[in-house]
C-alpha cells in the first residue's frame, strides 16, 4: 500500500508511557465518592483494607495526581507483551468503500487473549509487595481470569478463580488455560461460600453472574488469611491500569500528526473504553481536542442506555461500598444466552459521570449485528476478534458507513480488546443461526432496578 501511514503503527519500548493517566484528576466535575454502605458516609483507606492491597486502595481515592508514576518492575512485566499493535483498518475500509480513516488498537496479542492483563500484572505485583500469599477474583467469560492466572504464576501467588457458571460450562478451554497457569477454578455461584449457597437456594438453575462470582471472591478473601480480592473492572484503579491502551495509542498517532474525530470502545465494566479515551478525554476537558466518545455495550445487559444514574451495590450480596454508576440493579440477570462477557450490572463511576455530563455517548447492540460486524472485520482484516470487541466494531462500521454518506473524512478510532479464540461457541451458535437476540422488557428491568437500595441519590 502506498499510503505513508503504516498499516501497523508500532512504538519502542523506551516510547512506552512511564506513568498511568488519571482522568479524574483532569475532570472539572469529579464523580461522586464511593459510600460505605453502613454510614453512608465516603469510604476510607481503612473501609477497603480487608480487601484490597494497599497500592491499589490509594489509587482508587486519588483523583488529584495526573500522573501515577508505573513502577519500573511493572514497567518491566509490560515490556513482556507491550506495545501492542495500532493497525490501520486498510482492508476494512476499502470493503467498505469509506472515505474515513479507521484504526484500532489490538490488545489480544498476549496470551490471555485481552487487555485485562494490563490490570492483573500491577495487581499481582502490589499484593506480593504488600506480603500476601494468595488472592481470589471472579471471572465472567474467562479473560480476567486467566489474566489472573498469568499473573500469579508470574508472581508466585496462589489464586482462586470464581467462574460465572454458564461461561464455564460454554469454555472449557478457558478453564484448562487457568488451572495450567496453576489457578484454582470454582464455578460460581457454588457452595464454597455463603453467598453461593443463598444464591443456589434462591435459584438452582442459575447460570451464574459476575455479580454473584464478585460476592463469593469477596466473601473468600476476607475470610482467608493473607488473602485479598482483585477486580478486573469497573473500579477506577483498574481503568487507571488500562490508560497504557489509550497512551500509547496517541503516541503512535501523534508519530504522524492524526487526531481521531471519533473513538469507540466496548463496555462491560468499563475498563478498556475507559483506558483507551483517558488521554483523549483529558484533551477534551482541557479544550485541546474536540472528538467523539462513543460507548456501545450489548442490548442484553444495557447499563448506560437504558440503566438508572444511581448509588448500587457492586455484587449481588450486596457486601460491596456503593458505588454512584450506571446500573441495571445489582439483582439483575442477563440473559444467560448472550455470548460475550458484557454482562455486567453496572459502569465505572467515571465513565457513568461522563456520561451524566454529556461527554461520553453511548449505544447498545443486539449480538446477531454484532456478529454480522465481526464476521466482516475478520474476513477484512484478518483478526478474529471477541465478541465483547465486536460491539466496537459494530460502532466503527456504522460510523464509517455514517462517513460514506456524508461523504465526510472522519478518523476513527476504536479498541480491539481481545481476541475471540475461546469464543467458537458462540461464533457456532451464529453460525447455525441458533444465536437469538434476547433484549430485556421494561418488566425485566424493574426486576433490577427494585434491587437498587433506597438510599438518598442526591
Ligand atoms: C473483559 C473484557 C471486556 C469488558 O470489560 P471492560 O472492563 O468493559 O473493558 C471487553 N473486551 C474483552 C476482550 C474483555 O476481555
Known sequence: MSNKIPTRIYLSEDEMPKSWYNLRA???????????????????????????????????????NLLVPIPDEIQDFYRAYRPSPLIRAYYLEKALGTPAEIYYKFEGTNTSGSHKLNSAGPQAFYAKKDGLTSLTTETGAGQWGTAMSMACAFYDLKLIVYMVKISSEQKPYRKALMESYGANLIPSPSNTTESGKKILAGDPNTGGSLGCAISEAIETAVKTDKCRYVLGSVLNHVLLHQTVIGQEAKIALDKFGIKPDIIIGCAGGGSNLGGLIAPFMGDKIEGKANARFIAVEPASCPSFTRGRYAYDFGDTAQTTPLIRMMTLGSGYMPSPNHAGGLRYHGMNSTLAKLFKDGLLEAKAEVQTDVFDAAIQFMKTEGILPAPESSHAIKAAIDEANECKKTGKKKVILFGLSGTGYFDMTAYTSYNNKTMNDQVPSDADLEKGFASIPAIPQG
Open 26 to 64: 483532569i475532570m472539572k466535575d469529579k464523580p461522586d465518592p464511593m459510600l460505605h454502605p453502613g454510614t453512608l458516609q465516603p469510604v476510607t483507606a481503612a473501609d477497603l483494607a480487608p480487601v484490597f492491597c494497599n497500592a491499589v486502595i490509594e489509587q482508587e481515592l486519588d483523583e488529584s
